[in-house]
Each structure stands twice: as structure tokens, then as C-alpha cells.
């Protein structure tokens, strides 16, 4: 059965950036884009180079969808569901994310 765990409060998160949060022995990317409280939740690693990075992103636009573009080669992963844009095999996870009572979860 799945469940959501509580992550961080919302005020934690800055809009227009990401954290870096331990979830399920798993490195996860959380951003807030907005000042919202809209949440999207993808693998924090960067699977062209296999580093921790993706948190620390730049949240861009393109065709009307939200896209984290990596620090390094600025390879960019979608927020709703993970996929690379350059790449469709360098996809990373996406985690169902949401607030809840001023509260970030992330659903297991």
C-alpha cells in the first residue's frame, strides 16, 4: 500500500528553485517553480555524468511544459514525469509530489 511522507515544509523551498531531499534510500530533486505551492519531484541524478545535480538546476519553460536544466552539460529533464528532452534513454524518475497542510509528501 502506498502512503505519503512528509518531506519538509513548504516555506523550506525558495519558488524558482529545488532541494535535494533523501527519500526511500533514493536522492530525489524537489522544485517549487512558483510562488505556489505546486511541487514537482524528480531523481536527483544527473544520469549523463551519474551526479548529484539536478536539485541545483536552473527551472526553465519550453513549449508551454516545465523543465529542469542540468548544471553541468545543461541537459534538460521534464518535471512532470522526468524525461530528457535531448535524450529520451537518459530519463530520470519522477515521484508523485505534493503539499499538504503547509507540508511537502512524496508518495512511496
Known amino acids: 500500500m502506498s502512503q505519503w511522507m512528509t518531506i519538509c515544509p513548504i516555506?523550506?523551498?525558495l519558488p524558482a528553485t529545488g532541494v535535494c531531499a533523501l527519500f526511500n534510500e533514493q536522492q530525489v530533486a524537489i522544485f517549487r517553480p512558483y510562488e505556489s505551492d505546486e511541487v514537482y519531484a524528480i531523481s536527483n541524478i544527473d544520469p549523463f555524468f551519474d551526479a548529484s545535480v539536478l536539485s541545483r538546476g536552473l527551472i526553465?519553460?519550453?513549449?508551454?511544459e516545465l523543465w529542469v536544466a542540468?548544471?553541468?552539460?545543461k541537459q534538460r529533464f521534464r518535471?512532470?514525469?522526468?524525461?530528457c528532452m535531448e535524450d529520451e534513454s537518459h530519463s530520470v524518475a519522477h515521484?508523485?509530489?505534493r503539499v499538504k497542510d503547509g507540508q511537502v509528501q512524496l508518495k512511496s
Open 11 to 13: 516555506e523550506k523551498i
Open 95 to 97: 515521484y508523485e509530489a
Open 70 to 73: 542540468s548544471p553541468l552539460k
Open 60 to 64: 526553465v519553460e519550453h513549449q508551454g
Open 79 to 83: 518535471l512532470r514525469d522526468g524525461l
